[in-house]
């Protein structure tokens, strides 16, 4: 090869790798959500915007403070479950989600997730059915952006009752996910 082919191939490839910097790149919806109906038919599940948190804090300063505020959303920490089941209902994602941004504006900040069953099943089905509920609320907010490291997820199963009575309003409030921070446990 000559020098001046080399000198106009170099001068060619140069141009290219110059032309493919500049291009702008197109912007990407994002990807669709379903869930699906008690007959199995796909829905789309439309996106609902977060409501602001305020994570100043109040008397004292610390950002930890909005979590003991009862008129801070941050202050409800469960979400409960339906019989058998493990998905967040869609009325418990606005809590999941201010929980993750929190989480997100405070890296300091660590939760433990206590997934919990009501006494109906064994004791191994019900650690298990626990352990499935409190990885939900972990997966919900490792997908909101919340590090891994920030979370625990755990199985107390049937031994932490929030009711001990034999009913199904009792087992309704023992079918949840507790959310602690730092402190708290």
Known sequence: MGAKFKAVLTAIVAAGVLAAC???????????VEGRKPGGEPTAVKPQPVKPVDVT??????????LKDPNNILSKRSVYFDFDKFDVKEQY?????????????????????????????SREYNVGLGQ??????????????????????VSL???KPACTEHGE???????RDDMLYNGEY
């Open 93 to 121: 994602r606005p809590l999941v989600e201010a929980h993750a941004k929190f989480l997100r504006e405070n890296p300091s900040a660590k939760m433990l997730i206590q997934g919990n069953a009501d006494e109906r099943g």
């Open 169 to 175: 309003d009792c087992y309704a409030k023992n079918r």
């Open 157 to 159: 199963g049937e031994e």
């Open 57 to 66: 804090g109040k008397p004292s300063g610390s950002p930890f403070a909005v």
């Open 22 to 32: 500049a291009t702008t790149p197109e912007e990407q919806a994002p990807a669709g």
């Open 132 to 153: 499935r509920r409190s990885d939900a609320v972990k997966k919900m907010l490792q997908l909101l952006g919340v590090k891994d490291n920030q979370m625990e997820a």
